[in-house]
Structures are given as structure tokens and as C-alpha cells.
């Protein structure tokens, strides 16, 4: 099992990406993250990559921009784009939502277009996984459902996207595990819909607004042999945790 941290291209400007690279060498491994599908479109691929190439860091995952498959035409240009970073990167895995809207609307188009796309380019798509069946895909079981049929494709489990009780969770990852290629892991209140917490929020939380022992899970994980990514992703404020709550966990599950 490997951790990994979520590193959030500066679209918009702000910090600079040098900075916040070197920032995750204590970790070592992040997961490079796009939002804007438009500003996406305008990021030149050498500055995304020349971090990389000056510092100890790699990457374990490219997060595709958040272009919805429904249009066809941004999500081709969107991924292409996202796949030439992948190239540069020595990655396989994308990363990218699942939009609101109907599988079957857009079936065609990723069975056609999009698959062989993978296929050629060797690479994986892992749906994230949203407890919502207002989206193409629905919940973990659907993205399996999708991924059996689907070589080039895999799910990414997020748990502040999951609803379920901790022995929901459990039981769900675990009789899915062979399909999921990557973890987003933070911890949420179901009861106040508070998503990305830290990790180790139950720690610190008290009797209000406990909810997953995630620390659990992961011995779960280790103990099923579980061999892929695990990334922290925190809302921002929690941004300063990053660093020392990846490095607790690499102490707690070396290697």
C-alpha cells in the first residue's frame, strides 16, 4: 500500500507548483489534481511536468479536470490532454467524476470513443465513487458493474463520498476490492454532510461528529495485501496536516 497526497495544480495562479511539489517531499508521491476543464485547456504540459524532473516527488495519479461525459467533445479534449500529462509522468491511473446524468446517454460514446483511447495509450480510468444515482454511476457497485465489462477501467473509492456506516464501508470495500485501483481517503459527518476531514479526525473530534475509523479500514486493506494508492485529500484548511498525518501512516503501514 503506498500513500500518496493530493497536489492541486494552481489553475488560477496563487502558490507556486515548485513550491507545492517540494512541499510533499517528506511523502514522496502525490496525486497530481486539475478542476477546470477550461482552464485546464490553457495549462502548458512542461510546467506541470518540470517539478517532477528537479525534485524527489512522483506522481502516483493524474485527477482529469472536472469535465462531464456528457459533453463529448470537452471530456475527448479534456482526457487527451490528461493522458499526454500522464505520459510525461510515468503514470497510468486517471482519476476522473462521474457527471450527473444517464449511462445510457453516453454509453456509445465511451465504449467507442473513449476505450479505445485507453486501450491505445495503456492507460486505466478510475471512476470516483459517489454515493448519488443521479450520476452515471452510482455508488461502487455500479462503477464494478461498468469496470467488468470495461478492461481500461477501475474505480477509485473516495470515503466522504460514501454514506454507509463503518461496517458498511467495510464489508462494501472489501467484497469490491480486486476493482478498486485507488483510494481517496479523509474522513466525514454524515450527520452535518462535513466532507475531507483528516484522517485521523476521530482522534480529536469527541462524542460530536465521530464517524469512520479509518485507521481500521486501512489495516484491512494491509491485511487483504491491498498493493495500490491511497491519497489524502483534505478540504484546505486542513491543507498544514498533509504532510504529517501521510508520514504517520507510512510509520504505521511501512512498505
Known amino acids: 500500500m503506498r500513500f500518496a497526497v493530493r497536489a492541486a495544480y494552481p489553475e488560477e495562479g496563487g502558490r507556486g507548483w515548485d513550491d507545492i511539489i517540494r512541499s510533499f517531499e517528506p511523502v514522496g508521491w502525490v496525486e497530481v489534481a486539475f ?12 510546467a506541470v511536468v518540470e517539478p517532477f524532473e528537479t525534485s524527489s516527488v512522483r ?46 446517454d453516453v454509453l456509445s460514446f465511451l465504449d467507442g470513443e473513449i476505450s479505445p483511447l485507453l486501450r491505445s495509450s495503456d492507460k486505466i480510468l478510475c471512476w470516483e465513487v459517489f454515493d448519488n444515482r443521479r450520476r452515471i454511476l452510482g455508488g461502487l457497485k455500479e462503477v464494478v458493474a461498468f469496470c467488468r465489462e470495461r478492461q481500461n477501467f477501475r474505480a477509485c473509492y473516495d ?10 464501508v467495510e464489508s462494501e470495500v472489501l ?11 479523509s474522513n466525514r ?36 495485501g491491498y498493493a495500490g494508492t491511497v491519497t489524502l485529500e483534505y478540504q484546505s484548511q486542513f491543507d498544514s496536516r498533509l504532510v504529517p498525518d501521510a508520514l504517520r501512516l507510512i510509520e504505521i503501514f511501512p512498505g
Open 175 to 185: 467484497e469490491y476490492l480486486d476493482w478498486i485501483a485507488h483510494f481517496h481517503v
Open 59 to 104: 506522481a502516483a495519479a493524474v485527477h482529469m479536470a472536472y469535465a462531464k461525459v456528457s459533453d463529448l467533445r470537452q471530456f475527448e479534449r479534456t482526457l487527451s490532454r490528461t493522458l499526454e500529462i500522464a505520459d510525461r509522468l510515468a503514470v497510468r491511473h486517471i482519476v476522473a467524476h462521474p457527471n450527473r446524468g444517464r449511462l445510457s
Open 159 to 168: 470515503f466522504s463520498h460514501v454514506n454507509g456506516s463503518q461496517s458498511d
Open 35 to 46: 478542476a477546470n476543464p477550461g482552464l485546464f485547456e490553457s495549462v502548458p504540459v512542461e
Open 189 to 224: 459527518v454524515r450527520a452535518g454532510r462535513i466532507q475531507h476531514l483528516p484522517v485521523f479526525w476521530n482522534e480529536e473530534a469527541g462524542d460530536f461528529g465521530r464517524d469512520l475509523d479509518l485507521e481500521s479500514i486501512l489495516r484491512l486493506l494491509a491485511g487483504e
